[in-house]
C-alpha cells in the first residue's frame, strides 16, 4: 500500500458534478452559492476567503464543499494542517456518498491519520483500533469499488492480498486488481503479475469469472 502522500487524491473539486442525482419537482436542491463564491475565492488566491466559504457550505450539508475542506486540512492549504479536521469533512462527505470522498475516508482510516485520540495509541487498544482501521478502510473502499472507482479497487486488492480488515482471498484480489487494470491504475499490472504466480488455476478461473460478471453488472 502506497504511502498516505501519494496514495490520498489532494485534486481538489471545482464543480458541484461529482455526484449526480435525479430529482422532481419536490426536491430541495442544496444552495451552491457559497461554495462557488468560495471557487472564485480560491482561483483569486484568497485562500482564507476560500477556506470561510467552504466551511460554510459545509456545515450546511453541501458533500463537494466537505470534501474540498477535507483536503485543505490535510495538505495544510489556507489552514494549519490538522488531519482530525480532515478526517471530520472527509467523513462527512464519504456519509452523503460523495467516491472522492469515500477513498480518501478508506486511506485516513488505513494509515490511521486523525481518527483515534492519543490515549488509544497504547496497547493493547492500539493493536485493537488497528485491526478496527483496517476494516474501514476495506469498507469505503469497498463502496467506492462499486462505483468503479479505479484507484479505491486497486486499494481493496491491497487488502484481499494481505488479509488486512478482510479475509485474504487471492480470488477477489485478483478481481479488483483486474477491474483497477481497466481503470489505467498503474500499479495494478504488477499486483497482477504478482497474485498469478501465487494462485491455483481454480483461483484463476474463480476471478475471472468473477470479473465477467461484475463488468456485466455494472458496465453494461
Known amino acids: 500500500m502506497k504511502s498516505l502522500i501519494t496514495a490520498l487524491l489532494l485534486m481538489l473539486s471545482s464543480t458541484a458534478l461529482a455526484q449526480v442525482t435525479l430529482v422532481d419537482e419536490n426536491t430541495e436542491m442544496p444552495d451552491y452559492s457559497d461554495y462557488y463564491a468560495g471557487v472564485d475565492a480560491r482561483d483569486a488566491g484568497d485562500l482564507e476567503t476560500a477556506v470561510a466559504l467552504f466551511t460554510q457550505a459545509a456545515d450546511n450539508g453541501l458533500a463537494i464543499a466537505q470534501y474540498n475542506l477535507g483536503v485543505m486540512y490535510f495538505t495544510g492549504e489556507g489552514v494549519a494542517q490538522d488531519y482530525e479536521r480532515a478526517f471530520h469533512y472527509t467523513q462527512m462527505a464519504a456519509e452523503q456518498g460523495h467516491v472522492n470522498a469515500m477513498v480518501n475516508l478508506g486511506v485516513l482510516y488505513y494509515n490511521q491519520l486523525g481518527v483515534k485520540p492519543d490515549w488509544m495509541a497504547v496497547w493493547p487498544l492500539s493493536l485493537i483500533n488497528r485491526n478496527r482501521h483496517y476494516r474501514e478502510a476495506a469498507h469505503w473502499y469497498g463502496l467506492a469499488a462499486e462505483y468503479d472507482h479505479g484507484g479505491a479497487q486497486y486499494y481493496l486488492a491491497t487488502l484481499y492480498d494481505n488479509g488486512l ?56
Open 165 to 220: 480488515g478482510v479475509e485474504q482471498d487471492l480470488s477477489e484480489a485478483y478481481m479488483w486488481t483486474l477491474l483497477a487494470r481497466d481503470n489505467d491504475v498503474p500499479e495494478a499490472s504488477l499486483l497482477m503479475a504478482s497474485l498469478r504466480q501465487r494462485m491455483s488455476a481454480e483461483e484463476l478461473a474463480q476471478a475471472e469469472r468473477a470479473y465477467a460478471e461484475w463488468v456485466l453488472k455494472y458496465r453494461s
